[in-house]
């Protein structure tokens, strides 16, 4: 099984970037699929989270209202789109399916290998 993640880059403050994550090797459609990212010196941390069906979405405080996360079962993606990004949003971006326990903890049984998004003030 394989996740990868693609889509980081440099932008302005302000400006947009939309990341995806493909899976190979099996089906997540069952399952809870997440981001998260994990700054330099930083402890990995919980970005977003969607449900098996699309119908619940869950987000850190610290991008709700302008991050967005959604998922096609059918092609097993799940991509994130940030707007209004902040310098504070740079770092690494890692994909993640099928948690073990809470959505929002990274003990998820499956990862990609990371994605470099950052933000220039």
């Known amino acids: 099984v394989q996740l990868q993640a693609s889509g980081g880059g440099l932008v302005q403050a302000g400006g947009s970037l939309a990341l995806s994550c493909a899976a190979s090797?099996?089906?997540?459609?069952?399952?809870?699929l997440g981001w998260f990212r994990q700054a330099p010196g930083k402890e990995r941390e919980f970005v977003a989270a969607?449900?098996?069906?699309?119908?619940?979405?869950y987000y850190a405080d610290s991008v709700k209202g302008r991050f967005t996360i959604s998922r096609d079962n059918a092609k097993t993606t799940w991509n994130l789109q940030m707007n209004s990004l902040k310098p504070e949003d740079t770092a690494v971006y890692y994909c993640?399916?099928?948690?073990?326990?809470?959505?929002?903890?990274?003990?998820?049984?499956?990862w990609g290998q990371g994605t470099q998004v950052t933000v220039s003030s």
């Open positions: 969607i449900n098996w069906s699309g119908s619940g979405s």
């Open positions: 090797g099996r089906t997540f459609s069952r399952n809870i």
């Open positions: 993640a399916a099928d948690p073990s326990g809470t959505y929002y903890r990274a003990r998820y049984r499956y």
